[in-house]
């Protein structure tokens, strides 16, 4: 495993990340550990593999806009409707953890009662 700099990964990384959203992250560093805008904390090899995401990312877009430039502006797609949320098709169950536990403890033990 190579030793990353810290400096120039970060730098790498605020580029990327310049280039792919337009803005500079605020980066915070506490022991080890990085937060890019306040998110989630990350190692310093994850900041690396980030900055190269946001590079492929990037080129990705750009192949993608030179054909749409060209082709005639298509009809906006409806939105697909989404399958209504399934109501409680099963029926209600007679299951009661206060009668189980007290028909498990009158099987263990005759002489046992539920506590009251």
């Not at 030793?3 to 120039?8: A, F, N, P, V």
């Not at 409806?78 to 099963?90: L, N, Q, R, V």
């Not at 953890?97 to 498990?104: C, R």
Request: hydrophobic letters at 35%; glycine letters at 6%.
């Amino acid at each position: 495993m190579s030793k990353l700099d810290k400096d120039e990964v970060i730098a790498k990384f605020t580029e990327a990340y310049k280039s792919a959203n337009g803005k500079e992250p605020t980066i915070e560093a506490k022991g080890g550990w990085y937060s890019v805008d306040g998110g989630k904390n990350i190692r310093l090899a994850q900041l690396e593999e980030m900055a190269g995401q946001f590079g492929t990312e990037k080129a990705a877009e750009e192949k993608s806009e030179a054909p749409a430039k060209e082709a005639a502006p298509a009809k906006p797609k409806k939105a697909a409707k989404k399958p209504a949320a399934k109501k409680a098709s099963k029926k209600a169950s007679n299951f009661s953890v206060k009668e189980f536990w007290t028909a498990k403890i009158s099987e263990a033990d005759a002489n046992s009662r539920a506590p009251r």
